[in-house]
Nanobody, 118 residues
Framework: QVQLVESGGGLVQPGGSLRLSCVVSRIIFGIYHMGWYRQAPGKQRELVAA???????HYVDSVKGRFTISRDNAKNTVYLQMNSLKPEDTAVYYC????????????WGQGTQVTVSS
């Protein structure tokens, strides 16, 4: 089954930046739409950014203009560049299949914690 390994999270001050990475294995990465999800304490997991197989991107309104999703099919990796971070961005971030009418794979990685605090 698919293996997803997220990294790059950490503690950052408001207004700061982080770049998340997710290495995907055991699937043909390039044929799947991929997304970044996040889950804040006490809230449901939500899809915040997605990138299609052709590179088209989609973002939820709360992160538009601040987050950028990208992918490198040669490295089986999807990235999330997060700028102008806000305390409300604090969550565990996960990558998985998503966006453009697709649903996540049944398995998830461990996620990476992003904490935005002064």
């Amino acid at each position: 089954q698919v293996q997803l390994v997220e990294s790059g999270g950490g503690l950052v001050q408001p207004g700061g930046s982080l770049r998340l990475s997710c290495v995907v294995s055991r699937i043909i990465f390039g044929i799947y739409h991929m997304g970044w999800y996040r889950q804040a304490p006490g809230k449901q997991r939500e899809l915040v950014a997605a990138i299609g197989v052709g590179g088209v991107t989609h973002y939820v309104d709360s992160v538009k203009g601040r987050f950028t999703i990208s992918r490198d099919n040669a490295k089986n990796t999807v990235y999330l560049q997060m700028n102008s971070l806000k305390p409300e961005d604090t969550a565990v971030y996960y990558c998985n299949r998503g966006g453009f009418g697709t649903t996540a794979f049944g398995s998830w990685g461990q996620g990476t914690q992003v904490t935005v605090s002064s």
